[in-house]
């Protein structure tokens, strides 16, 4: 259907459609522009959101053909539910760069190079359990060091790297072993990694380089954890004794992260139904000892 305005253009949402968007900006009024800006906005969430998908760590245990197919049609839904009205702000920026009839949208093949995530470098950890059997002697050993429960400590590590999957790496490909996301800061004297990571301020999220604390082990990580945990500023968090979330929230409170879902997302990965299994199998003696 061509573009009659804004009250008509088409919704697209799929790669094929966007050399039909590019055509009709060139020629259309400055208001159908702004719609294929919006619509434009609306594709680069959905691609975002596709990629969120497609770097998950594992399948679940209710996965299905049927759960991706309703999976992908809620995805292009929120898509066009965040982009209705003012938007993202994304396409006000685009608009106006577009400036007219004679605007140029960027090919398919750009819109994909641009969007494309580097293939992040990944530890040896097939699945979730993989991790948790790994790390949880060393959760453990820092749990009784700090009188918390080795569960969110074994859960921060699990969201600080994607269950082991992207443990921040040097250059030169040597693992860092930061599993719980600590900073060089001055006082630290020892090795270094600088990644750019996500950071909020002010309610947004900055993207910017920094220098993480690289250690030779996961258990150096551990230890060094312990001792960071073990400053004034953490005594709530670790007063919460067996609660993992209670501890989750002292984290944040302390101001551990930026991030102000932190202590939801710990908990949220220990309420999930992979931790649940996995760790009842812990507790029954069938994965490993938790004394």
Known sequence: MPIQGAATVGIYTELQGFDRLREEARKQSPEAIREVARQFESLMVQMTLKSMRDAKLADGIFDSDQSSFYTEMFDKQMALTLTRGHGLG???????????????????EQIVSSTAQPEPKKSSYATPRNFMQEMLPLAQQAGEKLGVDPQ???????????????????ADERNSHNLFGIKADPTWSGDRVTVTTAEYKDGEVVQK??????????????????????????REALDSGGDAAAFARGLQRAGYATDPRYADK????????TWRNEW??????VLGSLT
């Open 209 to 234: 380089k920094q220098a993480f604390r690289s250690y030779p082990s996961y258990e150096a990580a551990f230890d060094d954890y312990s001792k960071l945990l073990s400053k004034p500023q953490y």
């Open 280 to 285: 009842g199998q812990f507790k029954a003696g």
């Open 90 to 108: 994304l396409a006000d920026i685009l608009y106006k760069q577009l400036g007219g009839t004679n605007a140029q949208l960027p090919t398919t």
């Open 152 to 170: 969110g400590i074994l859960a921060q590590a699990a969201l600080e790297t994607g269950w082991g999957q992207h443990v921040m790496h040097h």
């Open 266 to 273: 710990i908990a949220g990965i220990i309420n999930s139904p």
